[in-house]
């Protein structure tokens, strides 16, 4: 039959494609066999096509949501014909192998568990699959490490929140996509900048419960930063979200994504210090100093800097006047 032998083309060129990964959403996923090629491959007889057996309409029915445009609709359609055909198995039971449709659905079978095993999106299996292992470094100069043990909580939170029921990304086709829709539309993976539209505030609210200890200064390797309290600021304009504690010590988990990743590696993941630490971070880093004025513009880093610049004054206005020089005549 030119059906079963089209399915036979399919799966061959599945299996062919395995060997080659690849990054594009449908990897894979156009070995799938059309509803024209399926049908021709179970059409025994004229007529007698899903009389007795209604598992083959079911899987025309899914072939169909499979062409749909609605996002999920592919990888449900692949579940739902596994799962068919295992019911068809199991009613027809030991005459299942005498079938003439036996064949047909053995390659159906292996082209859907090929597909559910690499490329269908599962939510609990793409969750294993990024669950980084962190380096050994935790705590750097300036803040933790970009693959320490934080960084790494920080960014399996962040996974967890934007995969969950509830956000817009939650619902995919295959991981590929997922990793696009997730991993790249946040900057969530290792040495990426959590960047996108929700990841500061959902970051900054994980800093405030989970950052605490100590931090050596960026600015000065002999000062020591206890991290106080943390309550979360937004920046004058609320296009970006930190925490400061209560002697102006910022704990900012997304200061990266302003700044091109080029010049950013090696720096801390997560930035912890006070805001002439991060001058002292831009400046060595040759950053654009312009940016950190709008990035921390809440009113607890500038009142940190007003009143730093009251005592700079005030220190200044207390020195004692060196006395002028005079010469005395013999």
Known sequence: MAGLTAMNNRLQALQRDLLV???????????????????????VKVGARG???????????????YRSVLRGERADAIRRIRDIIGRWRLRRGPAAARSRRFTAMGV?????????????YDR???LRRHDYRAGPID??????SENGATVQSLRKSLIQEFSSIGCAAHVNDSMNEADRRILDAFGLRPGAGFHGGAACFSAAAWAQEHVRGKIESYGDPLTIHAIGDL????NGKDTHRYTVDQN???????????????????????????????????????????????????TKVMAYLQRKEEEEKSKASKKPNKPEET???P
């Open 231 to 234: 309550r979360v600021e937004r």
């Open 327 to 329: 010469t005395e005549e």
């Open 21 to 43: 990964p690849s990054t594009d959403d449908d990897y894979l996923f156009d070995n799938m066999p059309t509803l024209a090629e399926w049908q021709g491959a179970t059409a």
């Open 51 to 65: 009389k007795t057996n209604l598992e083959l309409l079911q899987i025309d029915a899914q072939l169909l949501r």
């Open 139 to 144: 705590r750097i100069r300036g803040g933790f």
């Open 108 to 120: 159906m079978d292996s082209i859907v568990t090929i597909l559910c095993d690499n490329v269908v």
């Open 124 to 126: 609990a299996e793409w």
């Open 248 to 298: 102006g010590v910022i704990v900012d988990p997304t200061w990266r994504q302003f700044f091109r990743l080029p010049q950013i590696g090696g720096t801390p993941a997560i930035f912890v210090g006070t805001i002439d630490d991060m001058i002292a971070l831009v400046a060595d880093r040759s950053l654009p100093m312009d940016k950190v004025a709008g990035i921390y513009s809440g």
